[in-house]
């Protein structure tokens, strides 16, 4: 397992490298060996699509793109069908998520493409949904991906008003504190509080990889990586790797794998 996980991430750098190479097919392959030897690697998913993406288009001829193809969906779909893969994809080759170099190419070849199939079906790029949803998607689309303002998140400890730290306004800076602390994804409450090297983590759903990080608490989540850590304390959760940690405390859990 340990040695697969390994190999998988050699794959996956060295797709990134073939990638910056301009060997796009390359990439892909490369991308498709790290996915057979884990799967659940991390950051994988949205790499795949993103060399996937970049393969589906040839910046010499573009007036040949099937852009039906390019996100991968049938002709003969609906476009509601369509509008939930574009936003699926949308959010997997993000640029604020993603990290491969072939990110921010392939997040405009998205709305290049679904443009050109809302122009099929309506006869004009349709920009906007039912629930207005889509003014959203193009205010996302901009070079520097800045979001609308909105309120100043609270701290989790003293509440008092603290600064986010990244552009998806999910990670909260408390100075007086001193601490960082991650927001859950429907934006109630935070999965991951870090102070002084110690962290809490209350994870009820999604992946996790953590790296040195000293008190770790799970409670729960699935395919969770941790390498390195100290004062482990595992009551819940599924897909646990564990890799040169210290002090573990297992009161339940299932499929537990060490490295």
Request: neutral net charge.
């Amino acid at each position: 397992m340990d040695c697969n996980l390994a190999e998988a991430k050699k794959a996956l750098e060295k797709a990134e490298a073939k990638f910056n190479a301009g060997d796009i097919d390359g990439a892909v392959q490369m991308a498709l060996k790290a996915k057979r030897l884990f799967p659940n690697l991390h950051g994988l998913a949205g790499q795949l699509e993103a060399y996937r993406i970049h393969s589906a288009f040839d910046p010499k001829y573009p007036a040949t793109t099937d852009w039906y193809g390019l996100l991968n969906v049938q002709r003969s779909g609906d476009l509601d069908s369509i509008r939930l893969r574009f936003k699926h994809l949308r959010a997997l080759t993000h640029p604020d998520k993603n990290s491969s170099s072939a990110a921010d190419g392939a997040f405009k070849l998205v709305y290049k493409a679904w443009e050109a199939i809302c122009k099929d079906f309506t006869g004009s790029t349709n920009k906007t949904s039912d629930n207005g949803d889509d003014n959203e998607e193009e205010e996302s689309r901009s070079s520097s991906y800045s979001y609308p303002p909105q309120e100043k998140p609270k701290c989790p400890e003293c509440k008092r008003q603290c600064t986010y730290i990244d552009s998806c306004r999910t990670v909260v800076e408390c100075r007086r504190c001193q601490l960082i602390a991650m927001r859950r994804g429907s934006g109630e409450g935070f999965m991951l509080v870090i102070r002084d090297g110690f962290a809490n983590i209350d994870i009820n759903g999604g992946d996790a990889e953590l790296n040195g990080v000293n008190g770790v608490h799970i409670h729960g989540g699935d395919n969770i990586l941790l390498t390195r850590c100290k004062g482990v304390e595992i009551k819940g959760g599924d897909s646990i790797h564990i890799t040169n940690c210290g002090n573990i405390n297992i009161n339940g859990s299932g499929n537990i794998s060490y490295g």
